[in-house]
């Protein structure tokens, strides 16, 4: 497989698990409004649990064909170790989102709804740090 071929597949995969990463925290916005609908709030928690656990692998797809192009390639720079520092905020976010619903379905509280949604869109500011850093490739020295 080529480069290209290769970098291709890791940005699909990479988008998919983005997906996950978005929509996980708005399932738990939506089980904190749900209120006294218990088919409602089963069938969020019945889409939540499939989508931690379909991010879980898009993740682990897009990690080993990050890794081929940073290993294989030899893709290296200062703006790629900054790079894997906001892909692990947002994995640390998307494990703590799951680890939330977990929690939910054993009948614990979720945080206020404004809570929720305030941390709904972290990954959305962290994810622009991330593009920057891939399209611009800035010369950073640690």
Known sequence: ???LWI????????M???AAVFYLPRILVNLAEVGDQPDVRNRLLLMGGRL???GHFVFGVAFILG???W????????WLYLKLVLVAILLIHFTWSGRLLKKVEKGHPLP???RLRLLNELPVVVLIGVV?????KPDISF
């Open 1 to 3: 497989m080529t480069y």
């Open 52 to 54: 931690y656990r379909f």
């Open 67 to 69: 890794l081929t192009l």
């Open 71 to 78: 290993l294989y390639f030899d893709i290296d720079g200062g």
């Open 112 to 114: 206020s709804v404004q």
């Open 16 to 18: 998919a698990w983005m």
């Open 132 to 136: 920057y850093l891939v399209l611009a």
């Open 7 to 14: 970098k291709t597949f890791h940005v699909v995969f990479v």
